[in-house]
């Protein structure tokens, strides 16, 4: 199969009236089908359940996007044994046909681009350009991981040659694996936890967030029309406590892929590490936990693109990604001219209905992550100086009931405070006084995470310090901490950020199969 080379998907350019046209007309169409119930699909065949989920808008709850049929334990069970018997045929299927199913996944979300992003609008409460780089980038992972299959096939050209013998390397599938997704990249990470096993030969079950779980039938539904066989990936939403557990115990499950917060991806790990009646191999973990982001600025930065840059990395989407600036640790010479510059950024972001064009910043995502923000904002209160934002508004006081949050900043906190070692996942921003550079560094690596982190400055030596010193998976200079783009920046990170498994990179696939060694004496 002879493919172009690899080139990440375009995004953004709403300022085209064509292209603001048909976002309009996207969000149109997909509020007219509101309210629709999705089915669970094992093997092809959809399941209704008397329970359901609804998801609603975080903007405005009052209104449900749509409902998802629950899943509970039985059907867990029959989603593995289903994959199990699909695996049987999946694993010989030619890595061609398997990459061109992908391909065509691809091509098929690209046609439908205003109608994927919409629905995440309003499911999510994403922005049209935040919305419209969800859709981009779960693309990108279907191009680059079909392209990732194609190259992993064939003989390892590694391998000494030995005389008398013939030798190869073949990279095998591992089995049945779990993808568990997050909410806050509900199509691109949905879909690159998806399609990096089944496009190396493995049968999944997918359980999405219960917060974006119509998006992820919406791809399920496109991999079917792809060409897919059924049993591949079944679609099961359900309740971590209950399916979620099911799933990763069962003796038959190869590999555990999950997205989300540090305390449920510690519970997979512990609970993967266990050995189960009839089990025959280690389960896999491939773990992103989340992270306490750090930027640095020092004396030397260009101080207008560093405000710019963090702005854009606390606030975007909310602040709830995981690659999220959450603290900006400042060199004191240059510590008040940028806690101003920050403050003015700030108080120019909209917030509002992220179904209007322009709108920066849309709801968080339910009332759980409203509760706890409004939690960290009161937290900020005590620890700090509060510059912007700050105001903890009722969301039951509002017309719409949406769970916003305006961006807020905090000056003047403390290394080992609360609000600068624990994860928030919001709109909160900490800043944090240095005395110079090396305190600067200590500071940011002063937390459990290590997933990304940045340093603004003209100063060569100190760049290179970054590249030895700040320890983190994904580090960049003089650019914002959020924002890797597939094959170009491999994302994972160390330490309780997870198993820096590096998605988007040229060795991710490896993860989903197991290497045979094979000797064949002449």
């Known amino acids: 199969m002879m493919l172009p080379e690899f080139r990440n998907e375009p995004f953004g350019g709403f300022n085209s009236s064509d292209r603001r046209v048909a976002m309009q007309r996207a969000l149109r169409d997909v509020s007219n089908m509101f309210g629709a119930t999705y089915p669970l699909i094992i093997g092809g065949e959809r399941i209704t359940t008397s329970e359901t989920i609804a998801s609603v808008n975080p903007a405005d709850p009052r209104k449900v996007v749509g409902y998802v049929c629950k899943a509970d334990a039985e059907l867990a069970n029959k989603a593995i044994e289903t994959a199990t018997a699909a695996f049987k045929t999946w694993q010989h299927v030619p890595v061609e046909a398997r990459a061109g199913v992908i391909l065509r996944t691809a091509a098929m979300m690209r046609r439908r681009k205003a109608e994927l992003a919409a629905w995440m609008v309003y499911e999510t409460s994403k922005s049209w350009l935040e919305a419209d780089v969800d859709v981009a980038e779960a693309i990108d992972f279907c191009e680059f991981y079909a392209r990732s299959a194609l190259q992993l096939q064939g003989t390892s050209p590694n391998l000494t040659p030995f005389p008398g013998e013939c030798v190869e390397l073949r990279y095998i599938p591992l089995g049945v694996g779990i993808a568990i997704s997050p909410w806050n990249f509900p199509l691109a990470i949905m879909a690159g936890l998806t399609v990096s096993p089944i496009v190396t030969g493995n049968t999944i079950i997918l359980k999405p967030s219960s917060a974006a779980s119509i998006i992820a039938a919406k791809f399920v539904e496109i991999l079917e029309e792809a060409g897919l066989p059924p049993g591949v990936v079944n679609y099961l939403p359900g309740p971590g406590g209950s399916v979620g557990d099911v799933l990763v115990d069962h003796p038959k499950t190869r590999f555990i892929s999950f997205t989300g917060s540090k305390e449920v991806g510690l519970r997979i790990f512990e609970r993967a590490a266990a050995i189960h009646p009839g089990q025959l191999w280690l389960k896999r ?51 008040e001219p940028l806690l101003k510059q920050l403050v003015e950024r700030t108080r120019q972001l909209k917030l509002g209905n992220p179904a209007e064009p322009e709108t920066y910043m849309g709801a968080v995502i339910d009332q759980k992550a409203f509760d706890k923000i409004s939690s960290y904002i009161a937290i900020g209160q005590e620890e700090g100086r509060l510059l912007v934002g700050g105001e903890v508004v009722d969301h039951n006081l509002l017309a719409d009931g949406g769970y916003f949050i305006n961006p807020t900043i905090f000056a003047d906190i403390a290394p080992d405070s609360r609000l600068t070692q624990e994860e928030i996942f919001g709109p909160v921003l900490s800043c944090i006084k240095a005395r110079d550079f090396d305190h600067a560094l200590e500071i940011a690596n002063g937390t459990e995470y290590g997933l990304t982190g940045s340093l603004y400055s003209r100063n060569v030596a100190r760049l290179e310090r970054a590249r030895n010193e700040f320890h983190v998976g994904n580090l960049y200079l003089n650019r914002k901490c959020s924002g890797s ?22 060795d991710y696939l490896m993860l989903f199969t197991q290497a045979k060694s094979i000797g064949e004496k002449l």
């Open 285 to 335: 973990t491939i773990l992103e936990m989340g992270g306490k982001d750090a930027m640095i600025v020092d004396e030397t930065a260009d101080l207008e693109a560093a405000a710019e840059a963090i702005v854009t990395a606390a606030f975007g989407f909310q602040g709830q990604k995981c690659s999220a600036c959450s603290r900006a640790i400042i060199v004191e010479s240059v510590y």
């Open 485 to 506: 783009q597939v094959g170009v920046h491999p994302f994972g990170g160390f330490n309780m950020s997870g198993t820096d498994s590096k998605a988007g990179g040229h």
